[in-house]
Nanobody, 115 residues
């Protein structure tokens, strides 16, 4: 059974940092990524990484504040978030795919940035 378990969320002040982690079990994946859903908004893509380390970022996280990485040996993916802003407040989800479709999702970890 595939499971994705996120950790690392919390409350942080504006300008602070958090490192989210997602531990996958049950199988390995070609692509792993992070999405988020802010209150009252649709879920949006944040970043993804392939098994070989190729990365894709949303327009916002591409501004250098977020960095995605993965450890294939441990079947984990991480999201280092620096210079967090109030607008980054959201429920962050880990996702995984064996094809071009995001097939598996975690339960989410809450990130709250106080202004």
């Amino acid at each position: 059974q595939v499971q994705l378990v996120e950790s690392g969320g919390g409350l942080v002040q504006d300008g602070g940092s958090l490192n989210l982690s997602c531990a996958a079990s049950g199988r390995t994946f070609n692509n792993m990524g992070w999405f988020r859903r802010a209150p009252g908004k649709a879920r949006e893509f944040v970043a993804s990484i392939t098994r070989s380390g190729g990365t894709t970022y949303s327009a916002d996280s591409e501004k250098g504040r977020f960095t995605i990485s993965r450890d294939n040996a441990k079947n984990t993916v991480h999201l280092q978030m620096n210079n967090l802003k109030f607008e980054d407040t959201a429920l962050y989800y880990c996702a995984a795919a064996t094809t071009h479709t995001w097939q598996y999702w975690g339960q989410g970890t809450q990130v709250t940035v106080s202004s």
